[in-house]
């Protein structure tokens, strides 16, 4: 149980409407403000119950964020343009594109 708690916290934070878009064919494009866990670089997010990936993971070459990121957290919005794809952007102009993990149920690895 305690792992499962920890997947939600190392993979991002987002408050939405989890069901929003259940039922279309074409879900609306929406932002919500999103907290992304860099901590270990930036390779994963989840968004409601769906785990996405980073197109390009982000790290320093030692397992930690890129110079210029947060860490552990990075604040910023994430659009979601479909049921999977995403974008994260941040004040600091940082853009990571995200692709859905289709059948993912938890995080591909987690942080130390």
Avoid at 29 to 37: A, D, G, N, S
Wanted: charged share 20%; net charge negative.
């Amino acid at each position: 149980m305690l792992a499962a708690g920890a997947a939600g916290v190392l993979t991002g934070c987002a408050q939405a409407d989890e069901g929003a878009g259940v039922g279309r064919a074409t879900p609306p494009v929406r932002t919500i403000p999103f907290e992304l866990y860099t901590h270990c670089g930036i390779d994963e997010a989840r968004i409601g119950s769906t785990y996405f990936e980073a197109e390009t993971p982000l790290s320093d070459g030692s397992g930690n964020p890129p110079e210029g990121w947060g860490n552990p957290t990075q604040r910023g919005t994430m659009t979601l343009k479909s049921e999977t794809e995403a974008v994260f952007t941040d004040d600091a102009g940082h853009e990571v594109k995200f692709r859905a993990r289709p059948g993912a149920t938890a995080v591909k690895h987690v942080c130390a």
